[in-house]
Nanobody, 128 residues
């Protein structure tokens, strides 16, 4: 079992920055891929970014590419999302997710269904 707890959300102005953290506990989190998803008001949960167990491979949604950076510190059992150039459309609840085992198909990097463990989320609100 893996327990994930997000932090770092809050209110930011458009063009500003926030850094989200995800603290993991439980089974060997550092051996598995992780990801961030978000859910805006009245929207479905959507993929934001994911990375491999060692952080060597990263993937981003087109909407956040060149603005957000996902990273991890396996010694601290943590995953981060550095968000810059924030836009009002980035508003939503941001969820950390972890997968059990390596990706076996390419689409699993982006699919919420392929991640078994989820945090409760942290709210990010970007004002214009």
């Amino acid at each position: 079992q893996v327990r994930l707890v997000e932090s770092g959300g809050g209110l930011a102005q458009a063009g500003g920055s926030l850094r989200l953290s995800c603290a993991a506990s439980g089974r060997t989190f550092s051996s598995h891929p992780a990801a961030w998803f978000r859910q805006g008001p009245g929207s479905e949960r959507e993929f934001v970014a994911s990375l491999s167990w060692d952080g060597g491979a990263t993937y981003y949604a087109d909407s956040v590419n060149d603005r957000f950076i996902i990273s991890r510190d396996n010694a601290r059992n943590a995953v981060y999302l550095q968000m810059t150039k924030l836009r009002p459309e980035d508003t939503g609840v941001y969820y950390c997710a972890a997968r059990v085992g390596e990706w076996t198909e390419y689409n699993q990097r982006f699919s919420a269904a392929s991640y078994a463990y989820w945090g409760r989320g942290t709210q990010v609100t970007v004002s214009s």
